[in-house]
């Protein structure tokens, strides 16, 4: 069976510059700019933002904002940086009963990422 080489999330946004702040504060770089979109990677990750200002705002679409789950190798320091870098933390670092420890953290426009360690 074909095996999944990297993750790329695809998502709507109303404002191109602020969301690619949000994800360069993440630890991610800009990539590519063509004419609508902005691309961004971070080690095998990549967020590909589209604008679309006539789309439903994520932060109105309540549990459906949550958009992926980011696995690290360190959960407690990327907390610490990301959270030094003033972003907002949706649910704080914890460990849970699954055997990661995680946090979450929500973008401007409201997409919502989990961000976990295995710890079992």
């Given at each position: 069976?074909a095996r999944i080489l990297?993750?790329?999330?695809?998502?709507?946004?109303?404002?191109?510059?602020?969301?690619?702040?949000?994800?360069?504060?993440?630890?991610?770089?800009?990539?590519?700019?063509p004419p609508g979109w902005?691309?961004?990677?971070?080690?095998?990750?990549m967020v590909m933002l589209?604008?679309?200002?006539?789309?439903?705002?994520?932060?109105?679409?309540?549990?459906?904002?949550?958009?992926?789950?980011?696995?690290?190798?360190?959960?407690?320091?990327?907390?610490?940086?990301?959270?030094?870098?003033?972003?907002?933390?949706?649910?704080?670092?914890?460990?849970?009963?699954?055997?990661?420890?995680?946090?979450?953290?929500?973008?401007?426009?409201?997409?919502?990422?989990?961000?976990?360690?295995?710890?079992?």
């Amino acid at each position: 069976m074909a095996r999944i080489l990297q993750n790329h999330y695809v998502l709507a946004v109303h404002d191109l510059k602020a969301s690619s702040e949000f994800f360069v504060l993440l630890g991610f770089n800009i990539t590519s700019e063509p004419p609508g979109w902005i691309f961004l990677e971070k080690d095998n990750c990549m967020v590909m933002l589209g604008d679309c200002r006539g789309s439903i705002p994520a932060s109105k679409l309540g549990d459906h904002s949550y958009f992926g789950y980011l696995r690290v190798d360190d959960a407690t320091a990327y907390y610490d940086e990301v959270r030094a870098r003033g972003i907002t933390i949706s649910s704080p670092l914890a460990d849970k009963p699954w055997g990661m420890r995680e946090f979450g953290v929500v973008s401007p426009e409201g997409h919502r990422i989990m961000v976990g360690q295995l710890i079992q």
